[in-house]
């Protein structure tokens, strides 16, 4: 069985680190991470996790970014899907983050 990349252990050991447990400062704690989703790509997890980054990703996407008039984009596409998610689709959210990264972790055990 292929690991995923020692990139991914790192810096998802940095996101889950950053995450906050409680659940009104969740959303934010999640803004301030938000690079991350953006930084690690599916590719570097093993076949058997690589799927569940990408749905985890594509479901912070999933809103898209924020425009202006002019169709400019002054949030970004994480950024404002954290903002429309309730206090319960943050924590759901960081639970499945947590469990990747302990998926992870194993790996390299």
Known sequence: ???????????????????????????QSLKSQAGYFNIIPPKYFSEALGQEWENITEQIKQKGPKLDQDGKVVVNAVT???????????????T??????????????
């Open 1 to 27: 069985m292929n690991k995923s990349n020692i990139f991914v252990h790192i810096e998802l050991s940095k996101l889950v680190a950053g995450l906050t447990t409680n659940a009104s400062h969740l959303k």
């Open 96 to 109: 499945r983050i947590m469990k990747l990264n302990e998926k992870v972790k194993l790996e390299f055990e």
């Open 80 to 94: 404002n899907t954290i903002d429309q998610m309730s206090a319960q689709e943050c924590v759901a959210l960081a």
